[in-house]
């Protein structure tokens, strides 16, 4: 078996819903960032092997399919698209990553795309003749009362462990100054492809707790302002075999490893925390190896949980800000996370971990290594 090698990583700026990139169709929002990040790689388009994409509020349809053959990758290169919610993006990579090391590709792109804004209506309908009822949330059991909205989910998780809304606050506040200081230090990253004009997250802001404490309360301790807004985005990663890179002389960073695991399906906050100890136990790695760390901040009541329940140091999560000072782009957020590993990677050795939960109690966590 090959092991796999990322060459190349880009992503889009993050955009609220309704904002900058509402406009924008997937395949529109894609095409930039796909085109970008195969140029980074020194890789033509015919040489794309597959595309792995991850969409959660889209019509269906595979949206892979419309994003690879508007960004002008051959016709033979079918696409695929997966919906694991919040985990999608990362789980896409996992799945190219699994491709490769099988030998049944030598290149394949992944990631992921959202757009709140542009996402169809929903409606569910009945046998008995009732009028169709619009929703927002998909169904993630199969029992009503095992079930719960995501906000809520969250509630009970920082119920559970004992997590004030000021210590929610207080990391919600810590994501935004991380990412105002990266922004001010770098004008921004240079893994972000311009789209329109916008090439920086906007979302991020002088976030104190006196703004916190009049945050409205959406469930419980979680407020609007400690859990991630609904955005925009895309964010796409090429991995090729390690001969394939090795032959072209490419520089990038292994994929070790991933893992996606299922939990309590009403607490899905805690997942990755299991998935996040399997794969140090396999790779027998621990806490001070890593270099880097990126945890999606979905609800800053999951992060915490995640974070304290893996041991990860401060210092090592989310330097550049999470999802609560940049926003949520469910079908992107995973691959964001790699990402801004592999942005941080190129200028240190060691592991680089992520980490992120789905709705339905699903954890998947990988790490990446640069040597």
């Not at 009541?301 to 949980?305: E, F, R, S, T």
């Not at 200028?347 to 060691?350: F, I, K, L, Y």
């Given at each position: 078996m090959?092991?796999a090698?990322?060459?190349?990583?880009?992503?889009?700026?993050?955009?609220?819903?309704?904002?900058?990139?509402?406009?924008l169709?997937?395949?529109?929002?894609?095409?930039?960032?796909?085109?970008a990040?195969?140029?980074?790689?020194?890789?033509?388009?015919?040489?794309v092997?597959?595309?792995i994409?991850?969409?959660?509020?889209?019509?269906?349809?595979?949206?892979?399919?419309?994003?690879a053959l508007?960004?002008?990758?051959?016709?033979?290169?079918?696409?695929l698209?997966?919906?694991?919610q919040?985990?999608?993006?990362?789980?896409?990579?996992?799945?190219a990553?699994?491709?490769i090391?099988?030998?049944?590709?030598?290149?394949?792109?992944a990631?992921?795309?959202?757009?709140?804004?542009?996402?169809?209506?929903r409606?569910?309908?009945?046998?008995?003749?009732?009028?169709?009822e619009?929703?927002?949330?998909?169904?993630?059991?199969?029992w009503?009362?095992?079930?719960?909205?995501?906000?809520?989910?969250?509630?009970?998780?920082?119920?559970?462990?004992?997590?004030?809304?000021?210590?929610?606050?207080?990391?919600?506040?810590?994501?935004?100054a991380?990412?105002?200081?990266?922004?001010?230090?770098?004008?921004?990253?240079?893994?972000i492809?311009?789209?329109?004009g916008n090439?920086?997250?906007?979302?991020?802001?002088?976030?104190?707790?006196?703004?916190?404490?009049?945050?409205?309360?959406?469930?419980?301790?979680?407020t609007?302002a400690?859990?991630?807004?609904?955005?925009?985005g895309a964010?796409f990663?090429?991995?090729t075999?390690?001969?394939?890179?090795?032959?072209r002389?490419?520089?990038g960073?292994?994929?070790?490893s991933?893992?996606?695991?299922g939990?309590?399906?009403?607490?899905?906050?805690?997942?990755?925390?299991?998935?996040?100890?399997?794969?140090?136990?396999?790779?027998?790695?621990?806490?001070?190896?890593?270099?880097?760390?990126?945890?999606?901040?979905?609800?800053a009541?999951?992060?915490?949980?995640c974070?304290?329940?893996?041991?990860?140091?401060?210092?090592?999560?989310?330097r550049?800000?999470?999802?609560?000072a940049?926003?949520?782009p469910?079908?992107?957020?995973?691959?964001?996370l790699?990402v801004?590993?592999?942005?941080?990677?190129k200028?240190?050795?060691?592991y680089?971990?992520a980490a992120?939960?789905?709705?339905g109690?699903?954890?998947?966590?990988?790490?990446?290594?640069?040597?």
């Open positions: 090959s092991g090698v990322l060459v190349a990583a880009r992503r889009s700026a993050v955009a609220p819903r309704g904002g900058a990139f509402a406009h169709s997937l395949e529109a929002l894609s095409k930039p960032v796909l085109r990040v195969l140029q980074d790689a020194r890789i033509h388009p015919e040489e092997d597959e595309m994409v991850s969409n959660a509020l889209g019509a269906g349809g595979n949206p892979a399919r419309i994003i508007h960004a002008g990758l051959p016709e033979r290169v079918p696409g698209t997966i919906d694991r919040c985990a999608g993006g990362l789980d896409a990579i996992m799945l990553d699994s491709l090391r099988s030998g049944c590709h030598q290149i394949v792109v990631g992921g795309v959202e757009s709140h804004s542009r996402r169809p209506l409606y569910r309908t009945f046998f008995d003749g009732r009028s169709p619009a929703y927002d949330q998909a169904q993630f059991t199969p009503p009362d095992r079930d719960p909205d995501m906000a809520e989910a969250a509630n009970d998780l920082a119920r559970l462990f004992g997590i004030t809304r000021e210590e929610q606050d207080a990391l919600a506040c810590q994501s935004h991380k990412a105002l200081r990266h922004r001010s230090a770098a004008g921004g990253t240079s893994a492809v311009e789209i329109d090439f920086r997250d906007v979302f991020a802001r002088n976030l104190t707790p006196e703004i916190c404490k009049r945050a409205k309360p959406v469930a419980g301790s979680v609007a400690n859990m991630a807004v609904a955005a925009d964010a990663v090429v991995l075999s390690s001969q394939y890179a090795d032959q002389g490419l520089r960073v292994n994929f070790l991933g893992v996606s695991m939990a309590q399906p009403d607490l899905p906050g805690s997942a990755p925390v299991a998935a996040i100890h399997q794969l140090f136990e396999k790779y027998n790695i621990e806490q001070d190896q890593l270099s880097c760390v990126e945890i999606m901040e979905a609800f009541a999951q992060a915490i949980v974070q304290r329940g893996a041991d990860l140091p401060d210092e090592l999560v989310n550049y800000g999470g999802a609560l940049r926003g949520h469910i079908g992107a957020s995973g691959a964001i790699i801004n590993l592999f942005d941080q990677l200028t240190t050795r060691g680089g971990l992120v939960a789905a709705a109690g699903i954890g998947s966590a990988a790490i990446l290594e640069r040597v």
